[in-house]
């Protein structure tokens, strides 16, 4: 009876399940916390990739709606203008200046272009001192020019191809399909982290 007594292995289980429960959530690291974020970033991802889904489907939907109401003719590819111009949405990639920075995808809606740019300063200098006062003017009124006015500007520009009075449902189709972009370079962020974490779970395999 006394040497089942010692060889028992009741007492030494039992302090190793004991140490067991008493780990608490912040005392999960190394490769467990890597797998977390990786199903964590898969997670977000499969969500994006069903909102970019639905925001193509109302999107299309919502032009077949404008062109129903406007007419084929006034919503038709023939109506486009082929002469080169300068991107109103450009795309700034930073790789980041070290291997551990992941790279960053910046979107820039309805940026002017940098011929735009160089006329619209020349005219600033040639008329500082009225369009100063008009600044300060509308400064004082609380109506100043800001980025949200320009990008309308440049939204209603665009649509003006297809007549001056154009159906709600075409600038809806617009902003959608803006919203989808946006989405879009989103997920290129998302998917940057995800294929970090998922390279950092295939270390942590190869040094087990």
């Not at 297809?162 to 989103?186: C, D, I, N, W, Y």
Request: proline share 2%.
């Amino acid at each position: 009876m006394k040497q089942y007594k010692e060889n028992h292995p009741t007492n030494k289980s039992v302090a190793v399940t004991s140490e067991d429960g008493n780990q608490s959530s912040n005392e999960i690291a190394g490769a467990d916390q890597n797998i977390l974020n990786l199903l964590d970033y898969m997670d977000n991802y499969l969500i994006l990739v069903d909102s970019v889904s639905s925001s193509v489907r109302q999107g299309w939907l919502e032009l077949a709606s404008a062109r129903y109401s406007m007419g084929a003719s006034r919503v038709n590819s023939s109506l486009f203008d082929l002469k080169s111009h300068y991107a109103s949405t450009t795309l700034q990639v930073d790789n980041g200046g070290t291997d551990t920075e992941l790279p960053c995808f910046t979107l820039c809606k309805w940026t002017s272009s940098d011929e735009a740019k160089l006329e619209e300063d020349q005219l600033l200098k040639n008329k500082s001192d009225s369009l100063g006062s008009e600044k300060r003017k509308a400064e004082e009124s609380g109506s100043p020019v800001t980025a949200n006015n320009h990008a309308e500007k440049e939204r209603f520009k665009s649509l003006s191809m297809f007549g001056t009075l154009v159906s709600p449902k075409l600038r809806a189709t617009q902003s959608t399909f803006e919203t989808t972009l946006e989405t879009l370079v989103e997920m290129s962020n998302l998917r940057a982290s995800l294929l970090c974490a998922y390279d950092q779970v295939q270390k942590d395999r190869e040094t087990d």
